[in-house]
Each structure stands twice: as C-alpha cells, then as structure tokens.
C-alpha cells in the first residue's frame, strides 16, 4: 500500500521542503501556490557555518509557536493538513509503530518523525538521526516505504519494519540528546484541494523585499530587527563577505555544501515560478522567454558555485575561492536585474 509522491520537488537542498512539496504538488493546483512561496531567503551572520532558509514569510506567529520544525516554512500551505501526535502514542494505544504507520497511511495521511538512523541500512549520512517521509508498506517483503536524503540525493528508498522499530526505540531512547526532537512528535500529513487563485501583490511584495527588504517588514518585523540575520539578495552577499574573510585569514572555510544547493534552488524555483504564471496568463510569452534564459544563466552560475565547493573539498584551493566569489557577484547583478523585469511584468 502506497500514497502518490510527486517526483519532482523543485527544491530538493532540504527535506522541509521536498518533504512537503512530494505531497502537495500531487494537486495541480498547489503549482499557484508555489508560484507565491519559497522567495525568501534567510540567514544567520555567524559566517560560513549557517545554512539559508527559505521563508514564506505569511504569518509572523509560525516563529513563536513550538510547532515551527518543518511545519513553520510549509505552516501556511492551504494544500496540507498537518497535525502531530506524541512519540508515546503507541505505548497509550497499545500497538507498534509498524501499526500506527499502516493505520495512517490506510487513513491517507503521509507520516514524518525522527529516528536513529545508525538502525536503518538504507542511509549513508554520518549522522544519528533524520526525519524521513513515510508514504507506504509493502506487508509482503515487510517494509516501509519512504523519501529522504540517504546520501548526497533525495531518493525513494525502503526500510524493513525492524529497522524502523529498532531506530524508533533508539532515536526515544537518547533522550536527553534529542528531547526537543521528540517533542517535535509524529508528524500525520494530509493533502487537501481547494481552489487557488494567484495574488499577484503578494507575489511582487516578496520579490521586492528579496531585494529591498522593505515591502512586507510587518510579518515579520522582529526579525528585521535583529541585526543577526540577514534576508534576500543579502544572503549572496554575506556569503561573499564571509569568503573573503576567510581568503584574509589565511583560512580554508567554506561552510556547508547544503548553502550551494539552496543558491541552486532558489534560481530553480524561479525558472518554474515564471513558468507557472506564464501558464496562468499574468505574465506574456516573450516576458517569460526572455527571464527564464537570465534565469537559467544564473542556475548555471548557481550549478558552478556547487561544483566549486564540491572541487575546494577533494583539493582546497585559494583559487577556487575566488571563482565562486565570482559566480555569486554575476549571480547577484542577475537576479537584480531579472527580479526587477518580474516585477514589472507583474504590474501590468
């Protein structure tokens, strides 16, 4: 028994997104709301060692609120029904977690919680623990069939119930180490359908604090506020500054690969943003032909930053350092220029 997953998430740097995005973009719909969400980026000023966030950025009170783990980024999504039960359901219930995954996925809920994955031989991450999306069993080979990063890609892979049970145990065992985790609880999704309809402001509001930070400053006001973060077009540019910094030390630092990926969907997620409203006549065939060639330039750009940080790995080079200063400086002349063309188009 299987629930749809939509193969292709868009943005694939970080399961809360690709988990969420493998259900919802099961509806055509969900593609609209896309359309306005995963604009915004955000990131921390300690240097190399933060990765970006995308943010939607609809309701402030998702900050605030202790179910923020991978709801808070997909909290506003009309197409997802999310709600969470305790680790220790099973024990009040009385049955295994074999049997609370069957008896949801019978229910057409899609089911994410953290285990210790050292128990499930499918992974090949140097971690302990990892969130992966249920969406079915095969009660014949007696295993579990999920979605997540096993490695360098997201993949659909299977576990034996065994190895659920086992890492299940484990991950609750830990928990002086991962009790915020637990906390967190099962996470029981279920897509939904309404009837969508595009706002064009919302999405231009967006696109301009990307690159202004100056349109939608009430939703979250506190967080501009705090001088340790930075957002949009910023991220590029700290990101730059910390490079150099680090060319100045006489350091080889350059953070972590997951901040490449997110540079690489960003410009990904705007191809297809483009497309979408194309499709949705509110924007014209030759204004969409001409930003996605600019856009696609840039995700070439982005793919070379990635692969220069892959390179900097196997050999650490001064040199290679300065190429990707390079690329991020095309880079962010490009979405200034393609992001005010978007904007213009959209105001017709």
């Known amino acids: 028994m299987e629930l749809q997953i939509c193969d292709d998430t868009i943005i694939k ?30 990131i921390g000023t300690d240097g190399l060692d933060r990765e970006p966030m995308f943010y939607n950025f609809v309701d402030y009170s998702m900050f605030s609120n202790t179910d923020y783990y991978f709801v808070a980024n997909n909290k506003t999504c009309p197409f997802a029904d999310i709600y969470r039960d305790p680790y220790n359901i099973v024990e009040e219930r009385g049955i295994s977690i074999i049997d609370y995954i069957k008896e949801k996925l019978q229910n057409n809920f899609y089911i994410m919680f953290f285990v210790d994955i050292t128990e499930i031989a499918a992974y090949k991450l140097h971690i302990k623990f990892h969130c992966p999306l249920i969406y079915g069993y095969d009660d014949e080979k007696q295993e579990i069939l999920f979605r997540d990063y096993c490695g360098l890609h997201y993949i659909k892979s299977r576990m034996s119930f065994d190895e659920l049970e086992k890492g299940f145990i484990k991950f609750r065992e830990q928990k002086n180490i991962y009790q915020p985790f637990i906390e967190y609880g099962i996470n029981c999704i279920q897509l939904k359908h309404i009837d969508y309809y595009i706002d064009s402001k919302k999405i231009i509001g967006s696109l301009r604090d990307y690159l202004f930070g100056d349109e939608v400053k009430e939703t979250y006001f506190k967080f501009l ?14 990101t730059k500054k910390a490079l150099l910094k680090e060319i100045e030390k006489d350091k080889l630092n350059i953070g972590w690969r997951v901040r490449y990926a997110h540079f690489i969907d960003f410009e990904q997620a705007m191809v297809s943003r483009i497309e979408i409203l194309h499709k949705n006549q509110m924007i014209s065939s030759k204004e969409s032909n ?59």
């Open 13 to 42: 740097s970080s399961p809360d997104y690709a988990h969420i995005l493998s259900i919802v973009f099961n509806d055509p719909d969900a593609y609209k709301w896309f359309a306005e969400s995963y604009i915004q980026l955000l």
């Open 290 to 348: 001409e930003m996605i060639l600019l856009v696609k330039s840039n995700l070439d750009c982005a793919e070379k930053v990635l692969n220069c940080y892959l390179k900097f790995l196997i050999k650490p080079n001064r040199n290679i350092i300065l190429n990707i200063i390079n690329f991020l400086d095309d880079m962010e002349k490009n979405q200034v220029y393609y992001i005010n063309k978007l904007i213009e188009a959209l105001m017709v």
């Open 225 to 238: 506020q705090n001088s340790s973060y930075h957002y949009g077009i910023d991220v590029l540019r700290l």
